[in-house]
Every structure is written in structure tokens, then in C-alpha cells.
């Protein structure tokens, strides 16, 4: 059962971010758009790594030994690529923070809340590094959980700002 829903709001999140960046906010812009695109890409590799929570989740819940075994071997797989992927993102993300300070922050004005969100965004996924940086040192069950609450903040919060209008 939580696997289902699962997949469905993975598969909602790909496709409402895809139809809205692209369908919804077109830009003149070509900088612009490839800021845009940098978050689409970012995004989806965030989205990866938030993934692992759920993976886990289903690895501790389930009662099918056989789901376990299958996942606990993906898990591992996935894990691997966990912090190659929060680098690559962020380096990523950077990227489309530096494009939108210096083209769409002085239109819009650096106070607008798109803007603002993204600066609560990008806080928060650095505190979430940092977080994942601890728990990778030295795991306690006070930095699990503390990884596990900055991660899905940050994603509560880039994805309230992906959705803001400008
Ligand atoms: C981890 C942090 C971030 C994530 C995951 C993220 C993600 C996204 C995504 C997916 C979009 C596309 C939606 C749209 O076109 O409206 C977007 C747009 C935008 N972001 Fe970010 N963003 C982040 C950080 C930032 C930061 C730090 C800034 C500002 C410095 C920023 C400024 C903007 C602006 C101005 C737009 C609108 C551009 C447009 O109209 O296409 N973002 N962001
Ligand atoms: C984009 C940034 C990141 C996000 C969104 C993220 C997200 C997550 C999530 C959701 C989990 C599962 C937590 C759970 O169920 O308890 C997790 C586990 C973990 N993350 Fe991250 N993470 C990020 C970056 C990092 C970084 C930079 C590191 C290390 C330097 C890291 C190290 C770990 C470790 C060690 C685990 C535990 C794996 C295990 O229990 O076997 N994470 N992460």
C-alpha cells in the first residue's frame, strides 16, 4: 500500500513540475530558461535522494521478505550514489540561484517572494548537507532523525517556491 502511493507522488511530482516549468512559465530569456532548466534537472536529482527515506520506510514495513531483501540490495545501490548526488545537485542549484540573482532578482526586485523562497531553500538544503555530513561521520539516533527533518523540510520548502508565481 505504501509503495503505491509512493510511486504516485513521484510520478506527479515529475510530471506537474515538468508541465508547469515548461508549459507554464515561458521566458524570452534564453539565460533564464536555462536556469530553469538547471532547476528541472536539480530538482529530480533532490527528489533521488528524498526517495530514500521511503526505500527505507518500505525496507522496515514491509512483512514480504522478499521485498526486503530486493530493496535492502537497492538501497545500497542508491546509497552509493547519495552524496555524488547531493554535490552534483547543488553545485547544480547554484548555478540557477546565480543566473536568477543577476537577471531576474533586479526586474522583480530581490525582496520578491520567488526570490525569497529560494534563498530559504537554499539555506536549508546547506543545513541539510551539513546534516548529512554529520550522519555519515558518526551516526546517533538524534542525526538521523535530524538529516531525516532537514531533508524533508527543504523539500517542503524548494517545492513551495518552485510553485510560487512570480
Ligand atoms: C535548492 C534550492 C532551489 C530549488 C530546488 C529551486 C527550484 C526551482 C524550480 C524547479 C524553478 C522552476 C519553476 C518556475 O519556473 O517558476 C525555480 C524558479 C525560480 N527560482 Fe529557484 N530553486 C532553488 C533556489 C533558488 C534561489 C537561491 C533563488 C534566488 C537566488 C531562486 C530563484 C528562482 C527564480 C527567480 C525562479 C523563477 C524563474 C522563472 O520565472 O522561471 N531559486 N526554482
Ligand atoms: C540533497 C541533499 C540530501 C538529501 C535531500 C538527503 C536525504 C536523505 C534521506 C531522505 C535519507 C533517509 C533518511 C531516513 O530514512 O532515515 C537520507 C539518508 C542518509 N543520508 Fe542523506 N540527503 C542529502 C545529502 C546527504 C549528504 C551530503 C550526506 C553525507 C555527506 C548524506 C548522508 C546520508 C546518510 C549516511 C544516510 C543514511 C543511510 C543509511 O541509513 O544507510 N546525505 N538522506
Redesign the pocket.
Known amino acids: 500500500m505504501h509503495h503505491r502511493l509512493w510511486v504516485v507522488i513521484n510520478s506527479i511530482l515529475i510530471v506537474f513540475s515538468f508541465i508547469y516549468i515548461w508549459f507554464f512559465r515561458p521566458h524570452d530569456s534564453s539565460l533564464v530558461v536555462t536556469a530553469q532548466f538547471l532547476a528541472q534537472i536539480a530538482m529530480l536529482l533532490?527528489l533521488i535522494?528524498?526517495n530514500?527515506?521511503f526505500i527505507?520506510?518500505v525496507i522496515r514495513k514491509s512483512s514480504v521478505r522478499q521485498v526486503k531483501i530486493r530493496l535492502a540490495k537497492f538501497s545500497r545501490v542508491m546509497?552509493k550514489w547519495?552524496?555524488p548526488i547531493?554535490v552534483t545537485?547543488?553545485t547544480i542549484i547554484i548555478g540557477h540561484a546565480a543566473i536568477n540573482l543577476y537577471e531576474v532578482a533586479p526586474a522583480v526586485g530581490f525582496a520578491n517572494l520567488k526570490l525569497v523562497s529560494g534563498y530559504v531553500a537554499i539555506i536549508l538544503?546547506f543545513v541539510?548537507?551539513a546534516a548529512?555530513?554529520l550522519?555519515?561521520k558518526k551516526s546517533s539516533g538524534f542525526r538521523?532523525k535530524f538529516?531525516?527533518t532537514t531533508?524533508m523540510v527543504?523539500f517542503l520548502v524548494f517545492l513551495i517556491h518552485m510553485f510560487i508565481p512570480i
Do not use: D, E, Q, S
Open positions: 533532490f535522494n528524498i530514500m527515506y527505507f520506510l546509497m547519495h552524496i547531493a545537485a547543488t538544503l541539510t548537507l548529512g555530513y550522519r555519515h538521523r538529516h531525516l531533508a527543504f
